[in-house]
Nanobody
């Protein structure tokens, strides 16, 4: 049974950092495309970042988080991370980990419909 379990969310002040973790189980994910999405109250779920395997690992970011967030993985721990620095109130959302067993075209990597597996989410709240 495939499982994605997020952790690491919390309540922080603007400018703080958090590291989200996505623990995977049920199969080997090291050549999957792994991504983070987020959903704020009353808003649609949006792409945050992805790590795509196409012979090598490539990373992608939403413009709103580029330069502040970093996606990475630890194959030995079957875990994907999202390091978030200089957090802003607009980063407040429920953050989801997602996976798909393919390397989608770049035009599709931000499309949530292409992802087969999802976690339950971890809440990030940025407030003073």
């Amino acid at each position: 049974q495939v499982q994605l379990v997020e952790s690491g969310g919390g309540l922080v002040q603007p400018g703080a950092s958090l590291r989200l973790s996505c623990a995977t189980s049920g199969r080997t994910f090291d050549r999957y495309t792994m991504a983070w999405f987020r959903q704020a109250p009353g808003m649609e779920r949006e792409f945050v970042s992805a790590l795509r395997w196409s012979g090598k690992k490539d990373t992608y970011y939403a413009d709103s988080v580029k330069g502040r967030f970093t996606i990475s993985n630890d194959r030995a721990k079957n875990t994907v991370y999202l390091e978030m620095n200089n957090l802003k109130p607009e980063d407040t959302a429920l953050y989801y980990c997602a996976a798909q067993a393919r390397a989608p075209p770049l035009s599709a990597i931000r499309n949530m419909d292409g992802y087969d597996y999802w976690g339950q989410g971890t809440q990030v709240t940025v407030s003073s």
